[in-house]
């Protein structure tokens, strides 16, 4: 055992060195937090549910608390790196692992072309005609897109390892500027009125309310789970990963909530005389630049062009690490090319990293504006937290002797609460979001069927992915095609409209019940979970020992 300035390196004995603290840990979940979603998030919850946009941030931060309550005994009891992907497997097998580490990785590589979009919509105050009236890139933003996309992928290759080093003051200047941002706005311009303006509190009631959770609110809080991803590096996972996942959660909500205030406080009421649609002007997508320069605050203006850069790049290059444990997850797994997994001179995964460029590309077209994107990345998102209740119900059954360092009070309760949390904002967010989703995740199945294929022509499946333990897919198949259903038929961007508000909320809480204790049955045998724990503990520590060499 050595020591660092923060106390002494545990190594686990095969290679993986627990080197990250508790303040590293936090900072890892509170890095990926505030990024772009500070920038535009006010903006979109405002539009969908006026004044009342503040109860979309409560109640998203209830619901993240939530999952990260699920994810910290996770994470603590089985602290194996890409962990969002690999719990899954624990429980349900590898085809489980799969579809969990699919999704997750689809979320992952769209959050750089997310940033990207965030920026421009800023830049766009300087350099007109990069976005248009509704938001979507123009001809010339797309190629400005395209090559920032470059310059982050650049600095992704090249700059991972300091940026890492100096992550802790990057996180320090993304919380300072909104935390700057709220406290002048309200000494400066301050509109109680505002709250009540544009049809009453609630204007759009409590639909709106529920509809701004998939419009830029879930997205700014999404990210917490980072520490989680660092469980097979974490000194002491036992006592800092709750307090890490539950502390980034808790400051995230406080400034988001702080600016939801501070920004709808600030608007011009004459603004909000004929509703919510354009507090701030028709087009316009920079929402606290275009305050700041209509108080006057040119200083606040410069500060706040210069983090919609920080802002953004300092999230998309956290999630490198991230995209590098998932694609080393399914990779490793025999799941995926062992290509994905090849590393440059300087220990960066440079194949996955230009195959998260191309597809990023791809994603501006179907996607051309944050708020479209946003929503596909959050709905992508909670299905991979979706897995981590059922996954610790599962394996509290299948595996009750293991310790549990931090052990989830009432677990019987929070798990499938947070479970259905999880489905509702899946469908809050919409149909035409849903669809596009479920064609992704069909795709990665099919990749993963002609993959198998040819790996069973070349007799190269690894030992550990034969059995794909296919009857998980008895209750993820039903689970994804029910809240499929319910989102084409319900009440946020249907196919059709048919069954009746609260009675669609009822209802998807009364399937995620279904699918939560129909999961829960289908755990895999004890032994099998051992023996699966002890697999994965090691495929991790090799994964991190070869990112280190």
């Known amino acids: 055992m050595s020591t660092t300035a923060e106390g002494p390196v545990v190594t686990t004995g095969t290679g993986l060195r627990r080197t990250v603290g508790f303040s ?30 503040i109860l979309s941030w409560v109640l998203a931060g209830v619901i993240v608390i939530l999952l990260a309550l699920v994810h910290a005994e996770l994470g603590s009891t089985y602290p194996v790196a890409g962990g969002t992907a690999r719990y899954p497997r624990l429980a349900f097998g590898s085809i489980a692992g799969f579809a969990a580490g699919w999704v ?43 090559a920032l996309m470059v310059l982050f992928t650049g600095i992704n290759l090249l700059g991972v ?3 890492a080093e100096t992550n802790r003051i990057t996180v320090l200047w993304k919380i300072a500027i909104p935390v700057l941002t709220v406290i002048v706005l309200v000494f400066v311009s301050f509109h109680g009125s505002n709250f009540t303006a544009g049809g009453g509190f609630a204007p759009f009631g ?48 406080v400034i988001y909530l702080a600016l939801e205030v501070a920004f709808i406080g600030a608007l011009d009421p004459a603004n909000l005389a004929g509703g919510w649609a354009d507090p701030i002007g028709k087009g316009d997508f920079g929402p606290y630049v275009t305050i700041a320069g209509a108080l006057g605050l040119t200083w606040l203006s410069i500060l706040l062009y210069v983090d919609a850069f920080i802002s953004p790049a300092g999230t998309g290059l956290v999630y490198v690490a991230t995209s590098a444990r998932l694609s080393y997850a399914l990779s490793q797994s025999g799941f ?99 669809w ?9 199945f099919v990749l993963f069927a002609v993959y198998r294929a040819v790996q069973a022509s070349r007799h190269s499946i690894p030992a550990a992915a034969k059995d794909l333990q296919v009857r998980s897919l008895a209750w993820i198949l039903p689970w994804l095609v029910g809240i499929g259903v319910i989102s084409a038929l319900g009440q946020y961007d249907a196919w059709v409209t048919v069954i009746p508000e609260w009675w669609d909320l009822a209802l998807v809480a009364v399937w995620s019940l279904v699918i939560y204790y129909l999961a829960e049955r289908m755990v895999m045998p004890r032994e099998a979970v051992a023996a699966q724990v002890e697999e994965e503990a090691a495929d991790a520590a090799a994964d991190e020992e070869t990112l280190h060499q």
Do not use: C
């Open 336 to 434: 995926a090319p062992k290509g994905l997994s090849k590393i440059s001179k300087r220990g960066i995964p440079w194949v996955s990293t230009a195959v998260a460029f191309v597809v990023g590309i791809i994603a501006f077209l179907p996607f051309p504006s944050w708020q479209s994107l946003v929503s596909l990345v959050t709905s992508a998102t909670v299905i991979m937290y979706g897995f981590a209740p059922l996954t610790l119900a599962a394996l509290r059954r299948a595996d009750p002797d293991r310790t549990r360092p931090y052990k989830m009070p009432a677990a019987g309760v929070i798990a499938p609460l947070s479970f259905i949390a999880a489905n509702e904002i899946i469908y809050w967010s919409g149909w035409t979001t849903l």
């Open 104 to 146: 997750g990785w689809i979320q992952a590589v769209a959050i750089a072309p997310i940033e990207v979009e965030a920026a421009l919509s800023y830049l766009d105050h300087l350099v007109h005609g990069l976005v248009d009236d509704n938001g979507n890139l123009t001809g010339v933003g797309f190629l400005l897109a395209a």
């Open 161 to 163: 390892a300091f940026l």
């Open 24 to 53: 590293a840990l936090m900072f890892i979940s509170l890095g990926s937090i505030i990024g772009s979603g500070w920038l535009l998030g006010a903006l979109t919850a405002a539009k969908s549910a006026g004044g009342a946009s």
């Open 206 to 253: 409590a639909h709106g309310v529920f509809a701004a959770l998939p419009l830029g609110v879930v997205f700014a809080l999404q990210g917490f789970e980072q520490a989680a991803q660092m469980g097979g590096e974490a000194r002491n996972p036992q006592r800092d990963m709750p307090r890490a996942l539950i502390g980034a959660v808790a400051v995230g909500v």
């Open 436 to 444: 596009k989703l479920y064609v992704a995740i069909v795709i990665g």
